[in-house]
């Protein structure tokens, strides 16, 4: 099957059993983000912006478990910022579990296999061993690593950990190789350690899906090449959405990276043609999402928005009208679903009720659309069932060639810091990070980001410049 049996059974059930009691507005996906906090400063995120004055603030255990409760979606994801860096994320994962949920965990994948690591401390024993001699034949963990998940003491054999569930999903950011994305994540070397991370979690039993958001420059050959690579590390599902231009994320865009946000983000017609092909991914790899919400991408039909079936809660309570808009924050969801006028929102036969809606065809507001139902063509149920609950694409055989395109970044010494060590070092030839086809526009010089260490960055800069006024003076 596509996806696990009891999975697909009990997303089917939850619709099935609203339908018949006719409920107007039911929750599919929870987004859950206990934090704002992130390690990253990811180019097109607006929540670093539209929460910059709660940073630091949490929601407590139990509320975030309350929310669950309170909306009862089948699903949820715990997003944010990073989740990982939530200090009751194991207890998190375990509560919402024990309610019985579907779970997404949306991480950027810096701290996943530390919290792998965790886990073989609190289960190890010598039938360990095996996976352990893959993990350290493959790099994945270090000898010290090993030696110190042998010596696990009693504390950390009682410690909640993450453990590996058919009702749990590793959901990782990846929006393209790895030049792509480290360049979008604006920090080297991450691309590296999320596909290290997705390694180390498959041979440790864990299910693995991907989230990769699509933005104006993006190649859609590169992405194609991409999810043929995660297919062959037997990665088991992706999620692609197209970048859209909402408040919080042209503001950041304005005024942090001084970008215009019309040269990033995708128009309605730019998402219609690069997605032109996602229908024939859709047979080829395990493509979350329907395959009515693939034909709406593709431009071959329209959908109502249906933004309240995916709600979002955070620090500041019930965030409406979706996840990427804010027009108010609710102290319940039943308050939020009858004080939002709901109607004033999407894109409908083509008009923008909300002119901050026209270009978005987003996942967290289309995609329940084509499971529920809404603009329902004749064969829809049928073509969400045999996609639901048909076979699985075979892997993606691996290649050296398609390992040597997906690696394109800082691995062969075009990483974000490239031009500044060139100007120290000339004679290795790097190129800046905005580099392609020999275009040289500007350099990035973050370091460290989503911190204030600046240090290497300036030094960096200062070495460019003495480079600079040296090549300039007479002889």
């Known amino acids: 099957m596509r996806f696990p049996f009891a999975l697909s ?6 619709i099935i059993k609203h339908k018949l009691r006719q409920t107007p507005k039911f929750a599919m996906v929870l987004q859950l983000e206990p934090l704002h906090t992130c390690n990253l400063t990811c ?9 910059s004055t709660s940073l630091k603030d949490m929601v407590p255990l139990e509320k ?14 715990i997003c944010g910022g990073e989740p990982l860096i939530y200090p009751k994320i194991e207890e998190l994962i375990d509560g919402l579990l024990q309610q019985g949920r579907v779970l997404y965990v949306c991480t950027n994948g810096m701290f996943m296999r530390r919290k792998m690591k965790d886990y073989l401390a609190a289960i190890y024993s010598p039938e360990v061993e095996p996976k352990m001699k893959r993990l350290l034949d493959q790099k994945l963990i270090s000898d010290k690593d090993a030696e110190a998940i042998r010596k696990s003491d009693e504390a950390a054999r009682k410690k909640t950990v993450i453990r590996p569930s058919t009702w749990m999903y590793w959901n990782v950011h990846l929006d393209g190789l790895e030049f792509t994305h480290d360049l979008i994540v604006e920090r080297e070397g991450v691309f590296k350690e999320c596909v290290e991370a997705i390694k180390m979690a498959k041979i440790l039993g864990y299910q693995v899906a991907t989230n990769t ?34 408040d919080a994320a042209k503001k950041d865009m304005v005024k942090r990276l001084g970008k215009d946000p019309k040269e990033f983000f995708l128009t309605r017609d730019m998402t219609r043609k690069k997605f032109a092909k996602i229908m024939d991914w859709g047979k080829a790899f395990t493509i979350f999402g329907t395959p009515v919400y693939q034909e709406f991408l593709a431009g071959k039909r329209e959908l109502t928005c249906t933004a309240w079936a995916i709600p979002t809660y955070n620090v500041k309570g019930w965030k409406a009208p979706c996840y990427l808009m804010t027009d108010g924050h609710y102290g319940g969801y039943q308050e939020m679903l ?32 084509g499971a529920l139902g809404t603009n329902y063509q004749r064969g829809d149920n049928w073509k969400n069932f045999k996609y639901n609950f048909g076979a699985k694409p075979k892997p993606f055989p691996f290649s050296p060639e398609l390992e040597k395109r997906v690696y394109n970044g800082v691995s062969i010494g075009k990483g974000h810091l490239a031009e500044a060590k060139a100007a120290i070092n000339p004679a290795a030839g ?26 290497e960055r300036d030094e960096l800069l200062a070495k460019i410049k003495d480079a600079k006024n040296i090549e300039a003076r007479p002889e």
């Open 338 to 369: 009858t004080k939002v006028a709901w109607e004033k929102y999407g894109v409908v036969n083509g008009v923008a009720r909300d002119s901050r809606c026209e270009n978005c065809m987003v996942h967290c507001g289309y995609d329940p659309s």
């Open 9 to 14: 059974a009990k997303i089917a059930g939850h």
């Open 213 to 246: 958001t699509v933005y104006k420059e993006a190649d859609m050959q590169e992405i194609e090449d991409m999810f043929k690579f995660l297919s062959s590390l037997d990665v088991d599902g992706h999620t692609i959405s197209p970048g859209y231009d909402y």
């Open 64 to 77: 975030c478990l309350a929310a669950a409760m309170e909306c009862d979606a089948p699903m949820v994801s």
């Open 43 to 51: 180019t097109g995120c607006g929540r670093i912006r539209e929460y």
């Open 430 to 455: 790097a190129k800046g990070a905005f580099s392609r086809n020999g275009d040289e526009p500007e350099p990035h010089v973050g370091s460290h980001c989503g911190t204030n260490e600046t240090t």
